[in-house]
Nanobody, 126 residues
Framework: QVHLVESGGGPVQAGGSLRLSCVVS????????MGWFRQAPGKDREFIAG????????SYGDSVKGRFIITRDNAKNTVYLQMSSLKSEDTAIYYC???????????????????WGQGTRVTVSS
C-alpha cells in the first residue's frame, strides 16, 4: 500500500511564501514521477507542477509558472512545492500524487497518477 502525506499548508498573506511537503511511504518512490494538483471550491482539479523520477525534468501549470518550484529528495521519499508570490486565487486544497508508470515522464493529466494524498489546505488572504 502506498501512502502519501502532505504537510505545510495553512494561512498566508498575499505575496507570501509557503513550502509544501509530501512524504511517500513506499520504497520505490525514486522510480516514479510526482505531481502536485490543487482544487479550489467549485472548480476542477488543476495540475500545478510535476517532476520526473530522476528529478531533472519539471513541468508547471500556466497559473504558477515563475512562482512555484517543485523538487524532490529521493533519499527522503519526499517531494516539495515551494510557493512564492502567493495570490488569493492560489487558495485551494493541494494534493500530491505519485505517477502510475515506472520511470515515466512528467504528466499533467490526473489519470496518469495512481496514488494521492489527502490534501493540505492553503488559504491566501489579500
Amino acid at each position: 500500500q502506498v501512502h502519501l502525506v502532505e504537510s505545510g499548508g495553512g494561512p498566508v498573506q498575499a505575496g507570501g511564501s509557503l513550502r509544501l511537503s509530501c512524504v511517500v511511504s513506499e520504497g520505490t518512490f525514486s522510480a516514479y514521477s510526482m505531481g502536485w494538483f490543487r482544487q479550489a471550491p467549485g472548480k476542477d482539479r488543476e495540475f500545478i507542477a510535476g517532476i520526473n523520477w530522476r528529478g531533472d525534468t519539471t513541468s508547471y501549470g500556466d497559473s504558477v509558472k515563475g512562482r512555484f518550484i517543485i523538487t524532490r529528495d529521493n533519499a527522503k521519499n519526499t517531494v516539495y512545492l515551494q510557493m512564492s508570490s502567493l495570490k488569493s486565487e492560489d487558495t485551494a486544497i493541494y494534493y500530491c500524487a505519485r505517477g502510475r508508470s515506472f520511470r515515466a515522464g512528467v504528466s499533467v493529466t490526473a489519470s496518469d497518477y495512481a496514488y494521492w494524498g489527502q490534501g493540505t489546505r492553503v488559504t491566501v488572504s489579500s
